[in-house]
């Protein structure tokens, strides 16, 4: 006699989740506090192409850049348009382009550079402004490996950086600070134009200035750093915050 049919159950595998036990706190939203230092460098030459690329056509861009990170500062050294498509809000890599890319890089022994490609740039036309859409935070999170440098820029040269990191924990840090290395070399003599053309005053200089008690224009030296007269340790060329909020107390800004 043939074998009674038998009916066969099915096993629902259900997702692992931790028990987390009871909360010993308030619910909210987890913040997290980078380190002093943490920043994003551009290359002498990525800050041209950067904007070159974005201010060269009305629609988005993007595009993909090589990284060197040095403890917490990360420099974009290089930029790769590829191919792609691209509206007024949305942009889209050739994955083929990609793939083209990463093999090119290979075949010419380039082999770290193809691994250091954790920059991602696309454009916001018009008057869009710098943000991140619903679409740009899930690409930040489909590209990541280990770290991602992310950049949104807009009109008026305003940028926005993100880093992504997705071990040990997936996190995203927000607002990071962006800097542009200027070229180390270059064929202008500055320095001799400035000598030939720029007559310093040092009497008018040193009127200006509230001079210490005890120190008179036949004593001491001008500070070698702006070449005013003040305590040593009171130049505004020491003042980091100083050469990017404009608040010199000489009156230069």
Do not use: N
Not at 55 to 75: P, W
Not at 167 to 191: L, R, T
Request: charged share 25%; aromatic share 10%.
């Amino acid at each position: 006699m043939p074998e009674p049919h038998r009916k066969t159950t099915k096993i629902r595998q259900r997702e692992y989740r931790p028990r987390l036990g009871l909360p010993l706190c308030m619910p909210g939203k987890p913040t997290c506090e980078l380190a002093d230092g943490v920043a994003v460098v551009l290359a002498a030459g990525v800050i041209q192409d950067l904007f070159g690329y974005a201010y060269a056509t009305d629609t988005e861009i993007s595009c993909l850049g090589t990284v060197r990170r040095r403890g917490s500062v990360f420099r974009v050294e290089q930029l790769y348009l590829l191919r792609q498509v691209s509206s007024l809000a949305h942009t889209e890599l050739d994955q083929t382009a990609v793939a083209e890319l990463m093999e090119q890089l290979m075949a010419e022994g380039k082999a770290e550079e193809a691994k250091s490609l954790k920059c991602w740039v696309h454009s916001h036309p018009g008057g869009m402004g710098v943000f991140w859409s619903h679409t740009d935070e899930a690409t930040c999170r489909l590209l990541v490996s280990d770290f991602l440098i992310s950049i949104v820029i807009g009109e008026g040269y305003r940028a926005k950086c993100r880093l992504d990191v997705a071990m040990p924990v997936p996190f995203a840090a927000d607002d990071v600070p962006v800097y542009y290395e200027m070229a180390q070399e270059s064929g202008k003599d500055y320095a001799a134009e400035v000598k030939e053309k720029v007559h310093v005053d040092r009497c008018s200089s040193y009127i200006l200035l509230d001079v210490p008690s005890g120190r008179d224009k036949g004593g001491g030296a001008p500070c070698p750093y702006c070449g005013e007269w003040h305590e040593p340790e009171c130049c505004p060329f020491l003042e980091e915050t100083a050469l990017f909020y404009g608040d010199w107390d000489y009156g230069r800004f």
